[in-house]
């Protein structure tokens, strides 16, 4: 049958009419158009109407979540109440908070090679709407169109995780050890057991390892075991991706994960023409320059300005330091995150003004009772918490960070079920109550809470943070979990950590490059960018003072003029907004 799309008013002429069409079918819940300032955007920007999956749908306290293709006359008289809003007041920009500058656990999507990204074209059932009042219905364009989502793909396990865990939720990175103390001495081994905590920083390290101290170790007759094996088989080549390895977001996700991975660098210009340079942290037994010669350049990032090359034993730069940097400051990822943790441990342990006879070894594996020739103690002699998850979620969705995500997807598994692991021997030490996590298992886990909670089919993923090509989802997908998300106990803290339109994160760019907009401190958004695709979902309070829920993805077979883009998806933010 073949079957003609036609838009309800032209049906309802033909009816008047007296017209009856033969093997033909009418419906109007498949053609429309998008509105004006969206579609007259879109085709500025070059792109066509199948780039393009968006989602725009009010919700409100008073009622329970609904899928997004329920039905309208659900929505119309949701909208037709008196909405109340779960969302924050809205912001000025003039009362903005102070806006940290980001360090390296505050890093933006990349910019990758180009990419080609099979969509299927659809037609929107969008009905054009009064601007000057709240929307009733639902918009829905391509929304079942599978696209690669970016980083708005953090939005998923940064949920799930405050959802099964808590906002209190703490990882606790723990130090036993094994073999006699007598004094200030221990005649054995110092475990450090890694929990996967995703901010575990040199200050916080330096405190663990202080603890240590503070219980009368000082000196080891013996080694350092840095037990990272809570994950198991996550490693991964930081230059896969896009080849750039020494980019912080690329960096690997760890059991026992210091500081990302990353070495931040410090330059200070000196009246000798050169800059001296200081390193967090430092690295035992490596090298690192202590300072640059300067060159007439303008500064960029650190594989550019700097050149960077990791050797076995010590670090070179390529590049005299553009005078332009000043006193600037550079993130460069180390490639193994486990010879890192190592020499950092075994720095810090010095610096603190204590000694160890042995190394500093990395234990990828669980210990064993029978493997070990004297016994662990009972309790950790030392336990240092992580930040919670309620600022772990917002360092992940405020500023995209790509291996925090990957940590905390990690982590899942490891409570989602009640079952600890069976102790191996007699020996009663807590130590071998942890599990071990892997990929398989984290994506499973969050395949299962999707099943268990929503509607519309789980999305596919091959890790969490978003950082991949063929990770695929729909923008019904992301509206779904947004409304669950909406009438969560939790809701205050997953919408406080998204960025606020024009005020802070990844989306505090949308006042200067459009000044105007509604939008502007009144948009919780987490933003998403590839070199073919760019992203958003969140939250937008209407002017009206209706709450929406708005996802808007966008994917070419090519690379897209970014700045285009992304004043598309300003402007369905500020069109928002005014209703």
């Known amino acids: ?29 498949a053609y429309a158009e998008l509105p004006t300032p969206i579609q007259t955007t879109l085709i500025k920007a070059g792109l066509d109407s199948s780039n393009l999956s968006l989602v725009i749908v009010p919700v409100n306290d008073q009622t329970t979540s609904q899928h997004s293709q329920s039905g309208d006359s659900t929505k119309k008289a949701l909208a037709s109440q008196l909405p109340n809003s779960r969302l924050p007041a809205a912001i000025t920009p003039s009362a903005s908070p102070t806006t940290i500058m980001p360090d390296a656990s505050t890093l933006s999507d990349p910019q990758l090679s180009r990419e080609s990204i099979a969509t299927a074209p659809s037609l929107s059932t969008v009905q054009p709407l009064n601007a000057a009042s709240p929307l009733t219905t639902g918009i829905y364009h391509n929304a079942n169109t599978l696209r690669t989502p970016a980083s708005t793909m953090k939005l998923i396990p940064t949920f799930i995780a405050l959802d099964m865990l808590g906002a209190d939720f703490v990882w606790q990175t723990k130090v036993y050890y094994s073999g006699l103390r007598m004094g200030a001495d221990l005649f054995g081994d110092l475990i450090i057991q890694g929990s996967g905590d995703p901010k575990l920083t040199e200050e916080r390290l330096r405190q663990l390892l202080y603890q240590v101290k503070q219980t009368g170790i000082r000196h080891i007759h ?3 075991i840095v037990d990272s094996s809570v994950f198991r088989g996550v490693s991964k080549d930081t230059a896969a991706f896009d080849n750039d390895p020494l980019r912080p977001y690329n960096a690997s996700p760890d059991g026992l994960l210091v500081n990302f991975s990353s070495l931040e660098i410090r330059s200070f210009p000196t ?3 050169r800059a001296q340079l200081l390193y967090f942290p430092k690295l035992a037994d490596y090298k690192l320059p202590d300072s640059i010669a300067q060159r007439s350049a303008s500064c960029g990032s650190a594989d550019i300005s700097l050149a960077p090359q990791w050797g076995p034993d010590s670090l070179s730069f390529g590049a005299r330091l553009p005078s332009s940097c000043g006193e600037h400051t550079f993130y460069v990822s180390y490639p193994d995150a486990k010879d890192f943790a190592a020499r950092a441990i075994s720095s810090l342990w010095s610096q603190l003004g204590n000694t160890v006879s042995g190394s500093v070894l990395t234990q990828t594996v669980p210990l064993s009772a029978s493997r070990l020739s004297r016994p662990i103690s009972p309790l950790p002699i030392a336990s240092y918490p992580s930040r919670s998850l309620a600022d772990t979620i917002h360092d992940i969705n405020h500023f995209s960070n790509n291996v925090m995500t990957e940590q905390l997807t990690l982590t899942l598994p490891l409570y989602a079920h009640v079952t600890q692991p069976s102790v191996q021997s007699a020996n009663t030490s807590l130590y071998y109550q942890q ?13 299962h809470w999707w099943r268990t909670h929503l509607t519309t089919p789980p999305p596919y993923l091959t890790n969490g943070s978003g950082l991949c090509r063929d990770c695929t ?13 909406y009438h969560h106990p939790d809701f205050e803290t997953y919408v406080d950590s998204l960025g606020v339109a024009g005020i802070s ?6 006042g200067s490059r459009l000044p105007t907009s509604r939008a502007i401190g009144r948009a919780w958004i987490k933003t998403g960018t590839l070199n073919n695709v760019i992203s958003m979902a969140g939250y937008v309070k209407g002017l009206s003072g209706q709450d929406y829920v708005v996802v808007a993805i966008i ?9 285009s883009a992304r004043y598309l998806l300003d402007t369905t933010l500020d069109w928002t907004a005014q209703h």
């Not at 073949?2 to 819940?29: D, E, N, R, Y």
């Open 1 to 29: 049958m073949l079957q003609l799309l036609i838009p309800s008013t032209i049906k309802q002429l033909l009816a008047a009419m007296g017209f009856i069409c033969l093997s033909v079918t009418l419906t109007t819940a």
């Open 222 to 224: 013996g080694n350092i």
């Open 271 to 273: 009246p000798d023409g």
């Open 435 to 447: 599990g071990v996590s892997d990929y398989p298992l984290a994506l499973t886990t969050l395949d």
């Open 473 to 485: 989802l729909s923008a019904a997908n992301l509206a779904e979990l947004l409304e669950f998300a």
């Open 505 to 510: 994160g990844t989306i505090k760019a949308h």
């Open 555 to 563: 994917n070419t077979p090519t690379a897209l003029n970014v700045q």
